[in-house]
């Protein structure tokens, strides 16, 4: 691991995506991160993914996906033995994340101010789907319920398909980045002046921040964005393109990377012709645009137009699939996945995606793989046994 959160101890108590890709980011900082399970079942994620031999295990694919690199204990919260061992590990923790609806933390008095009583600078993080205050603050909240209600899905497909949702839980993913940074900014504080915070991420929130570019178009222009498909409304060429053999992405937002690709597709004059000469024309006449640059495209592969462009200085690059992407030299030499030969309940061999960055060029990856629910019990709470045998947790 990085070790940038050495030393730190972060408590999660999240289930599905959300919470737990949360609690994995600072995991692979280096933070000691302990699950929180109930248990009998734990993670709801441990029974979803595409593998029915991992789901019978409580390993399932969506579960390993986040969960590398932390360690797990099983407690009912509604125990009262249980929730004594839980306090005292409480009191060991700096953050604690959770992503239960609002109040039910309070209702099982857990909630911050109840912990603060046990450990006065907590960093508290609670994600859920719109917060903890607001008329919907306690509306279930799945993430294709949030890419509607924020309009996400509104500005994705063609104008004839959409709305369309993302092809990935994007506004889960979203409130766990922005949990994981509000985490780690909050625990820069703790350490120089002793405060905790309690953060309250909104999914809903998070993705409205994210949505930067159609957002502000509204709100300053007083253009109401839509979908687009494979274009992009801020210039032309750029956006999806079929080549011989596949689609190819090309970005020649800038002036003279337009005119180096009529060049390069040997259509130098396209640069001089009154509909494409300059931004806004090419913006109002793309679809032309295009049809003469696919044509053009269709003589060469997909890949061979990537190197040809890219080496002249227009950005362009394949559509891939996942697999494709995955198999990339440029993703296999930086080390993007991480193998482990076996998880709890399980001999088979299991990969899963490290952190998205290196620190000192060193990869963040996590070093022990996802646990089985309740696996670090005695490792964790003898821990605090011996711990607390000579100093009071509580104090």
């Known amino acids: 691991?990085?070790?940038?959160?050495?030393?730190?101890?972060?408590?999660?108590?999240?289930?599905?995506?959300?919470?737990?890709?949360?609690?994995?980011?600072?995991?692979?900082?280096?933070?000691?991160?302990?699950?929180?399970?109930?248990?009998?079942?734990?993670?709801?994620?441990?029974?979803?993914g595409a593998s029915p031999e991992l789901n019978k295990a409580h390993m399932g694919a969506s579960f390993l996906a986040q969960n590398a690199g932390k360690r797990s204990v099983a407690l009912d919260l509604k125990d009262e033995t249980d929730r004594r061992r839980f306090l005292d590990l409480v009191a060991s923790a700096d953050a604690l994340v959770e992503n239960f609806r609002p109040g039910v933390m309070k209702r099982l008095g857990l909630d911050y101010e109840a912990l603060k009583a046990v450990r006065p600078n907590l960093v508290y993080?609670?994600?859920?789907?719109?917060?903890?205050?607001?008329?919907?603050?306690?509306?279930?909240?799945?993430?294709?319920?949030?890419?509607?209600?924020?309009?996400?899905?509104?500005?994705?497909?063609?104008?004839?398909?959409?709305?369309?949702?993302?092809g990935y839980?994007?506004?889960?993913?979203?409130?766990?980045?922005?949990?994981?940074f509000a985490i780690a900014a909050a625990l820069v504080r703790q350490k120089a002046s002793g405060e905790g915070a309690f953060l309250d991420v909104s999914m809903l929130e998070c993705t409205?921040?994210?949505l930067g570019w159609p957002v502000s178009n509204y709100l300053t222009a007083g253009v109401e964005p839509g979908p687009m498909g494979n274009e992009n409304m801020t210039a032309a060429p750029s956006g999806a393109f079929a080549a011989a053999d596949g689609l190819l992405n090309i970005a020649a937002n800038k002036q003279e990377q337009f005119?180096?690709?009529?060049?390069?597709?040997?259509?130098?004059?396209?640069?001089?012709?009154?509909?494409?000469?300059?931004?806004?024309?090419?913006?109002?006449?793309?679809?032309a645009l295009k049809a003469l640059i696919e044509a053009a495209l269709a003589g060469d592969t997909a890949a061979a137009w990537e190197e040809r462009l890219n080496r002249a200085g227009v950005p362009a690059g394949r559509v891939l699939t996942i697999p494709q992407a995955l198999a990339e030299e440029q993703v296999v030499r930086r080390g993007m996945t991480v193998r482990f030969e076996a998880v709890p309940g399980s001999d088979r061999p299991v990969t899963v995606v490290r952190g998205g960055f290196l620190v000192d060029g060193v990869a963040s990856a996590p070093v022990r793989p996802p646990p089985?629910?309740?696996?670090?019990?005695?490792?964790?709470?003898?821990?605090?046994v011996e711990k607390t045998a000579t100093e009071d947790p509580h104090e």
Do not use: W
Request: hydrophobic residues 40%.
């Open 208 to 210: 409205l921040s994210a």
């Open 1 to 48: 691991m990085t070790g940038l959160l050495a030393g730190i101890r972060v408590l999660d108590l999240t289930n599905v995506l959300a919470g737990p890709y949360c609690a994995y980011q600072l995991a692979l900082l280096g933070a000691d991160v302990i699950k929180v399970e109930q248990p009998g079942g734990g993670d709801l994620a441990r029974q979803l």
């Open 259 to 287: 005119v180096t690709l009529c060049g390069l597709i040997g259509r130098p004059e396209l640069a001089t012709d009154p509909r494409f000469a300059e931004r806004e024309t090419r913006k109002q006449n793309r679809f």
């Open 125 to 166: 993080c609670a994600i859920s789907g719109f917060g903890q205050s607001g008329p919907m603050r306690g509306n279930p909240a799945y993430d294709q319920i949030v890419q509607g209600l924020s309009g996400v899905m509104s500005i994705t497909g063609t104008p004839d398909a959409a709305p369309l949702r993302v």
């Open 169 to 180: 839980p994007v506004a889960d993913t979203l409130g766990g980045l922005t949990g994981a």
């Open 372 to 384: 089985a629910l309740g696996q670090h019990n005695r490792e964790v709470l003898d821990g605090l």
